[in-house]
């Protein structure tokens, strides 16, 4: 088969700008928020209450470690959300 007509072969991916808590971070249409977080060097983004780092842990939605706001909207898995070019994203802090 040829590779440009393999239907799962990812095509060609489009910029996108996501402002994470005041600053710009680039990410990749299709990636989830968690997926831009991590590509751009961030492993945590909320803590406990006992002050522990949390970021993606189970990466299916099961756990909840990857919590934050997008776009006002609190308690969103990072991890099952996919970043919209112009997103707003908050972490989140259960102090």
């Not at 402002?19 to 299709?30: C, E, F, Q, T």
């Not at 776009?71 to 259960?94: F, H, I, M, P, Y």
């Amino acid at each position: 088969m040829n590779p440009r007509q393999d239907p799962v072969r990812p095509g060609p991916a489009s910029p996108i700008t996501v402002i994470v808590d005041g600053s710009a971070v680039r990410g990749l249409a299709g990636q989830t928020v968690a997926g831009v977080l991590l590509a751009a060097g961030r492993l945590a983004w909320r803590t406990t209450r006992s002050g522990r780092p949390r970021g993606v842990f189970c990466g299916i939605g099961v756990c909840h470690d990857c919590l934050v706001t997008v776009n006002g909207l609190a308690d969103v898995r990072a991890c099952q959300r996919r970043a919209a070019d112009g997103d707003t994203v908050s972490t989140e802090d259960e102090a």
